[in-house]
Antibody, heavy 119, light 114 residues
């Protein structure tokens, strides 16, 4: 069965960076893009960008360009999202989500990783 | 960006009654070359990630109960829960995937039991 398992909660100070992992299993890792979606407390869903595990190319939403880096490691079927220059309003749950085969909607999601930015 | 606006923001429906959620896009998300609407619906329960319910505006994901129905085209879409069950209490989101590299969600609609 398809699974996306994310790393645990993080607490960071303003200005620091955070790196969240998303370990996948149950399907061909290089066959699907992985997206990262942010959800601030009590708020909606916001796409941050995506990575193609086959080749490692990534596309970032303009809002996060310059602060986010997405990478992949095919040897362990894992993708990573690093967000730098953290601010208090980056406090959120970050989800990885698998892009479906035939359209850019998300058919499987990780459980989410809470990142708290606080001094 | 294509702006997705859902309404209402919340609704309370009696068990067994119909719940209707609307989603409007700021421009058409119907791709004329394949006649497909690039719209998905998700359900998010408290403390859980979103779950895919519907894609291509009306195609139910495998395993989703048939009381969930998606409809609409162009800029106006609807998610209908034909007979609300207790397990349907959640926030529902629409998402457009028409605009490459600029995928956007609606603000969400909270469904509760009356």
């Amino acid at each position: 069965q398809v699974q996306l398992v994310q790393s645990g909660a993080e607490v960071k100070e303003p200005g620091a960076s955070v790196k969240v992992s998303c370990r996948t299993s149950g399907y061909t890792f290089t066959g699907h893009y992985i997206h990262w979606v942010r959800q601030a407390p009590g708020q909606g869903l916001e796409c941050m960008g995506r990575i193609n595990p086959s080749g490692g190319g990534a596309d970032y939403a303009p809002k996060f360009q310059g602060r986010v880096t997405m990478t992949s490691d095919t040897s362990i079927s894992t993708v990573y999202m690093e967000l730098s220059s953290l601010r208090s309003d980056d406090t959120a749950i970050f989800y990885c989500a698998r892009q479906a085969m035939v359209g850019t909607y998300f058919d499987y999601w990780g459980q989410g990783t809470l990142v708290t930015v606080s001094s | 960006d294509i702006v997705m606006t859902q309404y209402p923001d919340s609704l309370a429906v009696s068990l067994g009654e119909r719940a209707t959620i609307n989603c409007k896009s700021s421009r058409s998300i119907l791709y004329s070359s394949n006649n497909k609407n690039y719209l998905a619906w998700y359900q998010q329960k408290p403390g859980q990630p979103p779950k895919l319910l519907i894609y291509w505006a009306s195609t139910r994901e495998s395993g989703v109960p048939d009381r969930f129905t998606g409809s609409g085209s162009g800029t106006d879409f609807t998610l209908t829960i034909s007979s609300l069950q207790t397990e349907d209490v959640a926030v529902y989101y629409c998402q457009q995937y028409y605009a490459t590299l600029s995928w956007t969600f609606g603000q969400g609609t909270k469904v509760e039991i009356k």
